[in-house]
C-alpha cells in the first residue's frame, strides 16, 4: 500500500490526546507503582524481565508487526523460526528455565517446541530410570531428538483409562508391540507433535500375557531423523487449524504394530523385569499427585497475571475513550465524558481488577504451601527413595496433600474460568475497537482458552474437590478428621449450625472471610445429606458439586488474599497506602462476588437479604468510585511492556488512535491490493502498482 | 499430504458407532420432527432453503472445504468470488431480498458486498428522494456502483452527535464540502468500505453558515469507476483483521475538503433549499424509530437460529461422545456413558435448547406487533407522507410504538447477548474438540459477536429502556399512562404492593409469567425511587438501569414464549405431544432464568428462598430428564443442513471422529510441508515430496 499522504500524516486525533489523558490518570493518584511492583514480583524479577525484554526487541526474528496478519503456515513457519532461536538464546546467555519461560512469555505465543521444552523434558525427567536418563533425556536436552507427550486420543481426553493404544509385551524378542486398533484410538491434540517432534512419550495401555495393567509412558521415535518422513507403519501430521494456538502444531499418531525396544518403557516408577516377564509395581503414586499440584498451583498464579494483561489494556483504553456526555453534567459543559467514569464499565472492569490481585496472591499462597508440604515431606521419607513409605508417614503427608490437592483443583478451575471469562469481558469493555485484532486481547484469549480443559477439565475437576470434601465431612462427623483447613471450617460450622451465623460482612474483614467459609460448609453438608441419607445418584448431584467447588474455590481465594494483606511481611515491604487501596481490592473482591452469588448466601443463612442489598447499592458501589482515580496505576504496577502486550488499545502511552490507524494503514497487507469490484468482471484482486508487496498472508 | 496409507482408511472408530448412537437417539422420542420445522418456518420456506441450498451446493464457488485453513487474503478474495456468483445467481433465479439472504445464510460468512447489498441499498430507498433514487439508486442495485454506509468513526461510535466529519454548505457553487478535521474523524468499520466500494453514503455534521445542524447522510463517490484507485483527496483501505467477520473488508476514510455536489444529500427528511440557502427540517422523524424497531426485532429473531446452530452442534456430539462410566453404575456394566446423559452437561444445554425456540417465539411476536402497528399508523397517516400528522395521531402511535421501540431495544441486548454467550458455552460442552475450527462453533461465534456491539451497544441500550420504564411508571403514578402492555403491569404492580404477591412458580404458569412481570416493576419503582426521590444520579444507577432492562427482556421472552403455546393456531398445527414438549422447554427457560437471577426474585418478594430451592432442585431437574430423550429430534427440527454447519462434530450421521480425520489428514494443507525440526538448521519447511500442494493459505 502507498504510504499514508502528506496531509493524511498531518492529522492528529481530537484533543484532549490519549497521551495527556493517561498523565492525567497517573498525576490524580500517589500510588507508589514500582513498589507494589517489586512487592509483586521481587526487583531482581523485575531487572531480569527487562534484560531478556532487551535482548528480544533486539532480534528481528522476535518482529511482531505481521503478527495478527498472518495466515496459519506463515504463522507458524515465524513460530519455528522463533522457537529454533530462542532455544540458541537459551544456550548463549545459559538461561534458566524460568528465563526461557519468561521470554516466551513475552513473545506470548506458542512455539512449535513448546511440548518439547516442557512436557517432554519433565515426564523423561520425572519417570525415566537414569539409565533412561542418558540413552533420551541428554539427547533432548541438546535438541539432537525433538519429542511430544502423547496421551489425549481422538475417542479420549479426560479419561485417561479410556486409552485405546496399546502396548503389548513381546517375552520372546523382550520388546513392546505398539498398535492403534481403532481410529479413535489414534493420539489427538498433541502439542509439538503435527509437524516438529521425532519422538513422542506415548501413554499406552500395557499388556502381559493378555492382562491389562493400564496406561503406561513408552518413548517412540516417529519421524526419520535425517529426512523427518514419518518412520513405516506410523501415521501422524497436524490436526489442522483451532479457534487459537495457531503457532503450535497439534498432531495425530496412528501406529499400526510398531515395536521398540525394552529400555524404551519409562521405568522409574513401574516396570516390566524381563527375566522373569513380570510387572513390577509403582512404589509411591503420591508423587505424581504432588506434580499436579504443583501444575495446578502454577495455572492459579499465571491466572492472575493472564487476566491482568486484558484488564491493563481495558483500563487505559477506557481512560483514553471518550463517548458521551454526563447526562447530569451541566448544561454547556464542554467535551465528553472518559469511558471509565462511567459506573457501568466500572462493575465490568475494576472487580476484574481485584480478581487479578487476589489471583496473584492465591497462586503464590499455593505454591508456598505446595514447597512447605514438599520439605515437610522430604524430611520423612529418603527423597527419589523407591520403599514404600510406612502407613502413618503417608497418612500425615497425605492428609495435608490431598487438602492442598483439592484446593488446587478448585482452584485451578475457578481461576482459569475466571482469567478466560473475564478476558472477554475486557475485550467487550473496549467496545467497537475490542473486535480489532491490533486490541490484543482477542488472541490472548483464544490462545488461553485451552487452560480450562487441560490439566483437568474445569467441570470434571469439581467432582474430585466434591468427593474430597465430603469425605472430610463424613470424617468430622465421625471424629477422624485431622487438622486441615478443611476440617477446621466444617467444625466450626457444625458447632455453630444450630445457633446460627450473623457475619457482619460489610463490617468486619474476618466476618466476610467466614461467610464465604459458612457456604462452602453449608453447601457441603446439604449435598452430603443428598448422597449419604436420600441416596441420590452422583450424577444428579453432579451440578451441586460444581457449586460447590466453585463455592470452596471462592472461599480460598478470598481467605489467600486476606491472608497475604495480613502477612507481617507485607507492611514491611509497601507503605500504608498501598495496604489500604490492596485492602479495597479485597474487599471489592470479596463482596462482588457475594453479590454476584446471593441467592448461596442467602440460603445458607450467612447473610440476608438486607445485607446483600447494602453490599451492592453501597459498599461496591463506593469502593468502585473509591479505587477508581487508582485504576491505572493499578494496573501499571503490573508492569507490562507495551511489546509484550501488542496492543493499540493498551499502549502505556494512550496514543490508541494513532496506533490503530498505523496499523490499517501502514502495515496491514491487504491494502497491497486492489479490488475488481463489478460482479461480472472474473478479476478479483489486482496488485496495487503503488504498492510494496511487504509481505505475503 | 500423502492420501492416507491403507492400513489407516481401514480404521473405525471403536464401536459404537456415532451413527448408531444418533440412530438410537431418533427412536427414543417420537416427536415429529418435519411437522414441527413446518410450525416453526412453514413448509413453503423450508422447501424453497433447500431449493437454494440445491443451486449452491451445486456450484463449485462456494466449496467450503478450505474455508478453515485460509488466511486472510484467501479468505477474502474466496469470498469476493461468492458475493459476484450469489449476484448472478440472484438476476438468474430473480431472488427475492428474502431468497438471497437464505443463501448468505446457507454460505453463512460475510461478503464484501454484504454492506452494498443491505445499508446501502436501504439507505439509498429509504432516505433518498425519488430524484435521487434515479441518480444512484437503480445503478447501485444494478451493481454499476458499489457502496457502504459510513457511520461510525475511530473516535464515534454509539454517539453519533458526536461524529467529527463535516458536509459544509457552499452558497456560492451549491455544494457540500466533506472533511475530516481530525484523525479520529476518520470512517471506521465501515463494511465494504475498504477494498470493495466506489461509492459511500457518509454520515457527516451538516454546516450552514456556520451554524452545525446535525449528522445528516450525503452520498460521495470515492473511488475511480474504471482503475478504483481512490479519488483525489480521499484515503480509504482496509482496518485490518478482526477477532472475526475476517471475509468483509471493513474499511476507514479519510477526506481532505472533497466538494460533493447538492444533490448528494439524502433529501428525503430534511435538506437545503438552494435558492434560500435554508435548512428544511425532517417531516416525520418516527419513520426512522420505525426501522431501528424492525432491524433490532430482526435481530431478536435471528438469536434464536444463531444459537440453535451451536446446540444442534454441542448436542449431536455429546450424543456421540462417550466419556468415563456412570460412577453409580452397578460393577462389570460395559461401555462409557454418553456425555449427554451427564447433568452437568444437560443443566449447561438443554436452557439453552430452550431459549432457541424461546427466542425464535419472541422475535416472531415481536415482528408480528411490528407489522400490526405498522399498518395501524398506516392507516392514520398517508404513506409516504410529508405532511405533519396533528399531535393525538402522533400520541396514540406513538405510545404503542415506544413501548414497542423500548421492548425491541431491551429485547436486541438481551437475545444477541444469549445467543453469543450461548454459542461459546455449546462450544466448551463440546470438550477439547470444541477447540477445533472443524467444531464449527468457534468461527460462527467469532462472526457473530459484533451483533452484541452494532445496532445499539448491548449495554447503552439498557439506558434506553429503563428511561422507557422509569417515564411510563411516573406516568403511571400521575394516572396519565396509556394501555399498553408495561402500564397494564405496573398498574397491577401498585394496586397489589402493600398486599403482596404470592406466586405460584412451580405449580401455575400464569403466576409464572407474573412473577417475572413483577420483578420488572418491583424494580423499576426501586430505580424511580432513587432517581426521583433520593435524587441519584444517572451514572450511579446505571447498573442498575442493566439489571431492569434485563429483567424486562426476560419477561418479555417468558411472556411471548406463554402467548405462542396459548395461541389456538399453536395447537392447529402441532399435535398434543408436540405442544407438552415445548410447555416443557417454556418451563425449563423460565424456571432456570428465574433460578440464575435467584436474588432479585427474592428481593423483590416475588417468590421465596423455599420455592427457590424447590426449583432448582426439583423442578428444573426433572425438566432436563423429561426433555433429554427428546433433545436430537428438538434440535433436528431446527432443520440445519450439514453443508450450512460445516461442522465434524454437528454432523447429522454422528460421523464425528471420521470427519474429524478426514479434514486433519486429508484436508489440512500444513501437511503439504515438512518441518526441519533441529535448532541449529536455517531450514524452516520443506516441501513434502510425496504431497500435491493443493491450496496456499
Redo the contacts between chains.
Sequence with gaps: ?PS??E??KA????GPQGSELLSQERAKSNLNVDQLAEFLFTKDVLDRNERILNILTADPVFDKSQN???????R??AA??R??RL??LQVKHNWSKDEYQVANDLISEPT??GLHASMFLVTLREQGTPEQHKLFLEKAEN??I?GCYAQ?E??????VR?L?TTATWNPDDKTFTLH???????K??IGSL?????YAVVMAQLYIGGKNYGPHPFVAQIRDMK???PLP?I?V?????????NTM?NG?L?F?NVKIPHENMLARFSRIDPSTNKYVRPSNPSLIYGTLTYIRSSIVLQSGSVLARGVTIASRYCAVRR??Q???APAGEPG?NQVL????VQ?RLLPLLAATYALHFTGRGMINMYQENQKRMNSTAEPESRRNPGPEELNAGTDLLADLHATSCALKALASTTAAEGL?VC??AC??HG????SGI?SWY?DY??T???EG?N?MLTQQVSRYLLKTARAVLKGTAGNNDTSRIFKEFIRRRDIGAAFDVIGSDTDLVDAFAWRVSFLTFEALRHRDEDKQ???????D??RLSTAHGQYMIVKNFHDALNDPQTKKEVDPETVTLLHKLFRLYALSTL?KE??EF??SAAVT?RQ??LARTKAV?KLLEEIRPHTIRLVDAWKFPDWQLDSSLGRYDGKV??D??H???E?????D?????????KV??KEDKRSNLRS??
Design positions: 500500500m499514508n499522504p496531509w493524511v492529522l492528529k486525533p481530537s495478527y496478519f498472518r495466515g496459519r503456515n506463515t507458524i513457519e519455528l523460526a522457537g529454533k532455544q540458541q512449535p517446541y535438541y539432537e525433538i489425549t481422538l475417542g479420549h481426553g479426560s479419561n479410556g485405546e492403534s486398533p481403532h481410529l479413535t484410538a489414534s489427538w491434540w503435527g509437524k516438529a517432534a521425532n529426512t523427518h518422513q507403519n501415521h501430521g497436524d490436526i489442522g487449524p483451532k479457534f487459537g494456538y502444531d495425530f496412528l499400526k463517548q458521551f454526563d447526562r447530569d465528553e467514569n462511567y459506573t457501568m462493575i472477554e475485550r467487550r467496545g467497537g473486535y480489532s485484532s491490533f482477542g483464544a482458552l485451552p480450562v480443559t487441560w477439565d467441570y445418584s452422583w450424577n444428579s448431584l453432579l451440578v458439586f460444581w453479590e446471593a441467592s442467602y440460603s437479604v446483600i442489598t458501589m488512535y494513532e490503530l490507524f496499523r490499517a494503514s502495515l496491514n497487507p491487504l491494502n491490493v486492489v479490488f475488481d469490484p463489478y460482479p461480472n468482471s478479483l484482486f505475503k498472508l
